[in-house]
């Protein structure tokens, strides 16, 4: 089981971005996921996460201008932001909690690769 995180890029100060992270492989279901961050010089951060049922929290430092929201037939998680601000610059990194029920239940979380996104004039 592999995720692969999308979408970053450069941007202006005021811009939007849509970061996608899709789940590959077989024969699991994914609970929660969610996005989190790391400037550089500084710890990774939680942005955003989502259960399964689609219940939402968010960092104070983005809430109303970051949307995440998930499509659980496609196994993707996506992270709609905008009104960028310089200090959202960072790699991010989308997460998910897996769960496979046979041959026995295992449960395991799995990180993307980060994806950088760059927030400047």
């Known amino acids: 089981v592999q995720l692969q995180a999308s979408g970053g890029g450069l941007v202006q100060p005021g811009g939007s971005l849509r970061l996608s992270c899709a789940a590959s492989?077989?024969?699991?279901?994914?609970?929660?996921m969610g996005w989190h961050r790391q400037a550089p010089g500084k710890q990774r951060e939680l942005v955003a996460a989502?259960?399964?049922?689609?219940?939402?929290n968010y960092a104070d430092s983005v809430k109303g201008r970051f949307s995440i929201s998930r499509d659980n037939a496609k196994n993707t998680v996506y992270l709609l932001m905008n009104s960028l601000k310089p200090e959202d610059t960072a790699v991010y990194y989308c997460?998910?909690?897996?769960?496979?029920?046979?041959?026995?239940?295992?449960?395991?979380?799995?990180w993307g690769q980060g994806t950088q996104v760059t927030v400047s004039s």
């Open positions: 989502i259960t399964r049922g689609g219940s939402t």
């Open positions: 997460e998910a909690d897996f769960l496979r029920l046979e041959p026995q239940p295992v449960a395991w979380r799995s």
């Open positions: 492989g077989r024969d699991f279901r994914i609970n929660d």
